[in-house]
DNA sequence: GATCCGATGCAATAGATTTGCATGAATATT
DNA sequence: AATATTCATGCAAATCTATTGCATCGGATC
């Protein structure tokens, strides 16, 4: 497997995002929402991969063999990630990235982002905890997600091996 | 002072990104950078607004009283933010948003979205913890900044005062 | 005064995402 | 069965955000 961003599944940190187990048409289902083949599609590519990616790569990925529009693209990851099957994790001024939400087999887990390469990677769930506690009790508001995001330089690049 | 979001400054948690104290031209001076008016104008506007603001924001309230270009300001956004006087926030698919980045007068803080009016709030420092021991121990790259976002609904809203 | 450089403006471009409108298949209604 | 409704999709165009290329201008330097 070729070094380099997550368009090429080569996630360094951790492999909670891969998923074999999670049956797609299933979450589908029990979000009343029609198991298309192109809604399979998607799930498929960005469970299979172990690192979130853009729209673009998801459709180019279907596109190697089914015909998809990219505007379809599109309207799928929106619809996934309101019913919460998908999360959207976004990053300075680029593409959003798209990975599994969390469910049975996908724990939350922070985000890392190279600053000089710009790969994202998933990170361990435990390597990084957070006091909800202490949140909760003084916010006023309703919380619903905590997203923890880790920028810095990636092993790749500490050693040399990150393109500019 | 009006009610909504961030663009007319009524942060609802906190006042952490709100400054009396930052003098802009010496932070632009400490950074090898000229104290231009219009770099001025940039951090006085951001410095001066309790909530991150977009480039448009920024733009749109610098006009009002002095002529500027839209890619001046994006230049120096992206300046500032390079040197470290500001910092950039990325929410979902949108507009990045940039408040003051930390430094003696501005510890660095988690920021709140609302799901809902997509308003943009900055929290109080203390009331989310991370253990960044863990991390730091468990994770093979440089860790050079950690981010947290908290997604809910915010007061305003859950009182049913939040637009669509 | 001639030259260089950095900051800025203006126009054009690029990239990501969204919207409007049409079609076609599946389902519900009469 | 014929019609209406709904929903997923495709295609083209528009929108929004950000970046790039090139010209100018003022100040500092030679």
């Keep these: 497997m070729a070094a380099g961003p997550c368009t090429v599944a080569n996630n360094l940190y951790c492999d909670q995002a891969m998923c074999e187990q999670c049956n797609y048409a299933r979450l589908l289902k029990n979000a009343d929402l029609e198991a298309t083949a192109n809604r399979l599609h998607v799930m498929e590519v960005v469970g299979g ?11 180019h990925t279907i596109s190697r063999t089914q015909p998809i529009n990219q505007v379809t693209v599109y309207r799928i990851l929106e619809l996934l990630v309101e019913q919460n099957l998908l999360e959207r994790i976004t990053i300075g ?4 990235h798209y990975g599994m939400a ?9 985000h890392f982002i190279c600053t000089r390469c710009a790969a994202i990677d998933c990170l361990s769930p435990e390597c990084l905890s957070v006091d909800m506690e202490n949140l909760r009790k003084t916010f006023s508001g309703e919380v619903e997600r905590v997203e ?3 920028e810095g330089i990636c092993r790749n690049c500490l050693k040399g091996g990150g393109k500019k």
């Design 49 to 59: 991969n172990n690192c979130p990616l853009t729209a673009a790569e998801i459709f």
């Design 93 to 96: 001024g680029r593409a959003a």
């Design 102 to 110: 969390p469910n049975e087999h996908h724990a939350p887990h922070p």
């Design 148 to 150: 923890v995001r880790v």
